[in-house]
């Protein structure tokens, strides 16, 4: 995959051994671009069988990274395609991934918002459009669709 792009890093950073700046570790997930010609070069990158290591560009600020494979729940390439090892998932990801397959309940919902909904104030009923019956399915009081519509002229190739 490197050899044909970037790669999409998709990781936990809470995974002992994971170094990425600190305002990431709390994070359930992050993705790292890495590649070997990418627009800040990355001169010390390193892929091996422990993991990805190399000095990153964060906001223009370098962080040397290291990325053991544990934490690693997925590869992306440029296009899209990539591989992913869904028992690795964190259950944050998991859970989310449940819901949306309708295979799990909706979270609670939260202490404000059932404080919000218990208020004494009765909701406004909103407004519907009123509709009325038209004899003969025509009305033929009604302007036409098009009134005041100036026709836009049209050209035609002539050979």
Do not use: Y
Request: aromatic share 6%; net charge negative.
């Amino acid at each position: 995959m490197l050899l044909r792009g970037s790669v999409f890093v998709h990781l936990d950073p809470r995974i002992e051994d994971v170094a990425v700046p600190p305002w990431f570790r709390e994070q359930p997930q992050l993705v790292l671009q890495i590649g070997l010609d990418m627009a800040v070069p990355i001169l010390d990158l390193k892929v091996d069988d422990e993991g990805v290591r190399g000095t990153l560009s964060f906001n223009r600020s370098p962080w040397f990274c290291t990325i053991p494979w544990e934490a690693v729940f997925a590869l992306q390439d440029d296009s899209g395609k990539g591989m992913i090892w869904p028992e690795a998932l964190p259950a944050e990801i998991q859970a989310e991934l449940a819901r949306e397959a309708g295979l799990a309940p909706p979270p609670a919902p939260s202490a404000e918002l059932i404080e919000g909904l218990m208020d004494d104030e009765e909701p406004e009923e909103p407004k519907r459009p009123s509709l009325r019956v038209v004899e003969g399915g025509v009305d033929q009081s009604a302007p036409p669709l098009d009134a005041g519509i100036p026709r836009v002229p049209h050209l035609r190739l002539v050979k």
